[in-house]
Structures are given as structure tokens and as C-alpha cells.
């Protein structure tokens, strides 16, 4: 398993250029939820499809988000003005005809306001139904009243492999959906934000990922969406897999988060194990007596090879359960044991 280590700006990317539709020309399982409609559940076998047949399928559902974010510093009332916002743009496609939209959570962090425009030029305002940074992905609902909402199904992607021929669509600039064809380059990946998140499990992709087009569907031969793209730092492509959606949005549907666990320290791979750098204040960590400076060698009895294997350890728990880390510190080994909260929506900078 590879991690990939990228920095995530405050703000997307505003407006990239894109391939657009005549550059594309020339060249399962789920539970039901609240979300209706095909976006959750594939609902036919699949077909295989030419690229610009599955071009024509999605682009009526491809979104431009435009959201608006007070600056930091910045009250609300002074961003009346109009001179104290910041603009943070993306894409998203159509979950299901009730008028939920998926996009990537950073595009949405922190917003005031945000807007989406459809395919055919119709512009709705949009609330946040909930959001998870660990996978980067929030869903928006829009009043679908006059609206031709078009969802796209969600397939299997524990059936994708690397080689699997691939198209992300994004909608970059809210006038005309753009396409980039590649392939699954590798699976199971894992990238490492500097904000203290670990996603997991995503597909490293080389298709064409403009930075405004972060947020809209990867989609495998069939038409299906097999991932949603995410370009956090303007150099890495990689997609959320279909599957770990449909659990994300179900439990943003009941409620309006997803719960995770919260171990509340960093670190760095370390000879022996990870080095612990912070320790953040409150935390479960610190309660039990971490330290910076610490090494830690394993967490009930795995070996902690490097920090996201840490993470992803602690994430196999619910807030409430106990941990036991082996720690040396000072040359002295010893065991400490850690109750894990609820993570916090913002980590603790450091």
C-alpha cells in the first residue's frame, strides 16, 4: 500500500481549463437510504459502453459548485461589502431526483453560501446536508422544483483494477462539462493531508483532473460511477471508490456526519515505529500521558509502521473504545492505554 503525501489549500483552485466534450470525441451492492432514485443503486447489468456514449450519460449530470467562504479573521457582517470573501470552485454530479448533489468536501469547508449550476445552465442555491473530511466528500441538496435532475448510477468498485480503462467529467466552469479518458493506475491507495487526515482506500487515476473539475465522477466502461475525483493540491489525481460512498452518504443521512474515531496525536515514521511530533491539547492522547518525542512501536500488538498505519488502525474503533500502545520513551518501554473520543470536525493545527 502506497501514501501519498499532498497539501490542501484553504480555497480550490479556481477555474482550470478542461478537455472538452469534442477533445473526448476525437481521441454493486448497497442499502437504500433517504437518497432515492438510481444515484445508490445500480439497477440493470452492465453494458459496455464507448467513451463518447458514456460521456453523453453523465454530462447532464456533471455540476459546477461555486462557493463562498468568509476569510478568516473576517466577521460576516463585514463580508457584506463584498470585499472580504473568498471563492472556492468545484464539480459534483447528481445523487438522485429529491435534488442531492455530491462534491468534494474541500470545496464546500467553511462556506457561507453555495450555488449549483447544472448542465443546462439553470443556477440553485444549495445548503449543506453534511460532509466528511477523512474521504473528502459532502453532499448538497437543492430544491429540484423545475429542475431536470438526471442521477448517475454508483457501481461496484470493488471490482475495478489497475489497468481498467477509465473518463472523469467535471463541469470546471459552469458552462459546458469537460472529459479526461486514463486509466486505474493503482488501488487501495492512501494520501496523506498535512491537515492530519488520512484518506484511504482511493484509486490513484492518470485521467485528466483539472483542479475545478475535483468532485465529479470517475466512471468505468459500463457508464457506472466507480469513484469520485479529487485534485487537492493541483499534481495528485486519485478517487474516492464508489462503495466507501454509499456508506459515507448513508450515514451523512442519519446524521449529518460521519462518526470516526479520535486518537489525538501526529507523527512521522520512525526506525522502530512513529515518532510522535504533536500531541494535541485535550486530546485522548495527551490524557493518557503522550508525549512528544515519543516512539511509538505498535497499537494492540500491530506493529505501527508508519503514521497512516497508526490511523488506520485507530480506525477500525468507535469513539469509546480503548487502545493499548506500546511506547518507548527514554529508552524505557511501557504500555499506555488510550480511550478514543469523537473526532472533532477541525483537528487541532500543528
Not at 44 to 54: F, H, K, L, V
Not at 189 to 199: H, M, N
Not at 276 to 302: C, F, W
Not at 326 to 338: A, C, K, L
Request: no cysteine.
Amino acid at each position: 500500500m502506497t501514501t501519498r503525501q499532498v497539501a490542501v489549500p484553504l480555497v480550490a483552485a479556481v477555474i482550470g481549463s478542461a478537455i472538452t466534450a469534442a477533445a473526448l470525441l476525437a481521441g454493486g451492492g448497497g442499502s437504500g437510504s433517504r437518497f432515492t432514485g438510481q444515484g445508490l443503486l445500480a439497477s440493470s447489468a452492465p453494458t459496455e459502453m464507448s467513451t463518447t456514449e458514456i460521456y453523453d450519460r453523465a454530462a447532464p449530470s456533471v455540476v459546477y459548485i461555486r462557493a463562498q467562504t468568509v476569510k478568516p479573521g473576517t466577521t460576516a457582517f463585514e463580508a457584506e461589502t463584498g470585499n472580504e470573501l473568498a471563492l472556492s470552485t468545484g464539480s459534483g454530479f447528481v445523487l438522485d431526483e429529491d435534488g442531492h448533489v455530491l462534491t468534494n468536501a474541500h470545496v464546500i469547508s467553511g462556506v457561507t453560501s453555495v450555488s449549483v449550476t447544472f448542465a443546462d445552465g439553470h443556477t440553485a442555491a444549495a445548503h449543506v446536508v453534511g460532509k466528511d473530511e477523512q474521504t473528502d466528500l459532502a453532499v448538497l441538496a437543492v430544491d429540484p422544483s423545475g429542475l431536470d435532475l438526471q442521477p448517475l448510477e454508483l457501481g461496484d468498485s470493488s471490482a475495478v483494477r489497475p489497468g481498467d480503462q477509465v473518463v472523469a467529467v467535471g463541469n470546471p466552469n459552469g458552462i459546458q462539462p469537460g472529459a479526461g479518458t486514463g486509466r486505474i493506475d493503482a488501488a487501495n491507495q492512501r494520501v496523506e493531508a498535512p491537515d492530519g487526515y488520512v484518506i484511504s482506500g482511493v484509486f490513484a487515476t492518470d485521467a485528466v483532473i483539472e483542479p475545478a473539475s475535483s468532485g465529479g465522477p470517475l466512471l468505468g466502461s459500463d457508464g457506472r460511477v466507480v469513484g469520485i475525483t479529487s485534485r487537492m493540491d493541483g499534481t495528485t489525481a486519485f478517487a474516492v471508490p464508489a462503495n466507501t460512498v454509499r456508506s459515507v452518504v448513508q450515514e451523512i443521512e442519519s446524521a449529518g456526519k460521519v462518526i470516526r474515531p479520535y486518537i489525538g496525536l501526529r507523527g512521522i515514521a520512525a526506525h522502530g515505529g512513529v515518532h510522535v511530533t504533536n500531541v494535541h491539547p485535550t486530546g485522548p492522547a495527551e490524557r493518557a500521558g503522550i508525549q512528544v518525542g515519543d516512539l511509538i512501536e505498535s497499537i494492540d500488538d500491530k506493529p505501527a509502521a508508519s503514521y497512516p498505519d497508526l490511523l488506520a488502525e485507530v480506525a477500525r474503533h468507535a469513539p469509546g473504545d480503548a487502545v493499548t500502545l506500546s511506547v518507548v520513551r527514554g529508552g524505557t518501554r511501557g504500555d499506555v492505554t488510550i480511550t478514543l473520543a469523537e473526532r472533532p470536525a477541525t483537528l487541532p493545527s500543528g
